[in-house]
């Protein structure tokens, strides 16, 4: 894989944050613009087609993935819709099944609800069973399934999935993004471990493994050592057997890459029985508000990260206090940031095109992932911009050091089990410093 040529020109954080906020608006007025010039090209409602998993391991998500849809559709036809068309959300199950389940639900919002486009958050499976659905109908396909099989895909049939996009960076950044992290942190005396050994603990997924992967193998580059790589199986709430092993050898750092938030909550509590002097990093799932509710107190300290997070700017942290009001205090923006940021981004990259396509209209729909390839969109999440490559989000400061060209893989701790996680990195977006766990003293 190659990156991008980085650039080299920092903003100031207080330069950079006005120019963000401006360009949220600005997205907005965007198609509020582009609807205002256009004649309405018909009442019939463009179908946004999602197929999100509202039950099973991972519905939590799934639910947040729904609510996220429903306040862009209510604020896209608010706007005028796209080009005068009102949008119309509809929703399928994939119960966080495999590719049966998955594939059974894209192909009803194609074959019965007519969507224009598929949209989801993440599912679980293969990952390929929507592009497939989608390259055979001709329409775009948005996720943030966060995986490289994605961006093999794209490098490896173009011509075939050119309609699917994935609207963040892939999980091949996790791993040398927390090596990277704890590395600065140590370095910059904010934390002083107790050794440098990291037990890694991943669970059956593909998406875990490869994060668990990448921090083995270039562990040792960053001056580390593996002492323990441990999968289990999913889900599991009986951590004792692993636990023990991390008691007989402390390390100075755990990584959880499994990311059930209920498994990792479970974890914690148990943890906290005996805890070790280890500074404890978990994947994705602690940003989850289910972690903390489950977690308690076990939560504060926690470290975790994403490469799709709401961001705790002025855009960002707008878009919250909407989406808590909306939906209540315990709802994860995190989570209906995906989703938002993905309807809005179609909506103006479908107005630039001159309006939706439907299932099997190849030359509307190439026109909207053209414009989709090129744009550049300033959500809650940060920066979505599309390496033409790949067709996933460039990702900061991985692929390139200009904050505002690239989605950021931010840091977070648990600081207080009552809020959402403050972002601790990177820069401009850190809004507070690291704090040793009151489990190491």
Known sequence: MTDTNKTTTMPTRRNFLRTAALGGAGSAAMLASLNSAARAQSSE?????????????????????????????????????????????????????????ISSAGQRLVDRSNASVLISGYNLGSN?????????ASLIYMHADTVVRHNELIREDPARYWGSFQYDPAEIYYGIGYLDYIKNLVESGQFTPSNNKIAVITGPIA?????????????????????????????????????????????????????????????????????????????YGASLAAFRDIAGDASEGVLYATVIGALQDEIGLGFSEKYLAAFGDNASVNSGGQTYSALHAYAIAAALAGGAGAAYEEEQNRLIADRLRTLIFR?????????PETQSAFCYPSQTNDPSLGMPHIFSQIQNKNENGYIIAPTPYDVAAFKTPSWMG
Not at 214 to 238: C, D, H, K, T, W
Not at 254 to 270: G, Y
Request: without cysteine.
């Open 45 to 101: 409602p463009i179908v946004i087609g999602a197929p999100l998993p509202i039950t099973g391991a991972v519905a939590a998500d799934g639910i947040e993935f729904q609510r996220g849809l429903e306040m862009a559709t209510a604020e896209i036809n608010e706007l005028g819709g796209i080009l005068g068309r009102p949008l119309e959300l509809v929703v399928e199950d994939t119960a966080s099944g495999g590719d049966d389940l």
């Open 128 to 136: 390929t069973a929507l592009p497939e659905i989608a390259a055979d």
């Open 207 to 283: 998406y875990s493994i490869n994060i668990a992967n990448a921090i083995r193998e270039n562990a040792a580059e960053y001056g580390f050592e593996v002492s323990l790589y441990e999968s289990v199986q999913a889900p599991i709430s009986e951590w004792g057997p692993t636990l023990a092993k991390l008691r007989e050898d402390p390390p100075g750092f755990i990584a959880v890459t499994h990311f059930f938030p209920q498994d990792q909550a479970q974890f914690m509590l148990q943890f906290m029985n005996n805890p070790t002097p280890s500074l404890i990093y978990m994947q």
């Open 379 to 387: 959500s809650p999440m940060g920066t979505m911009r599309m390496d």
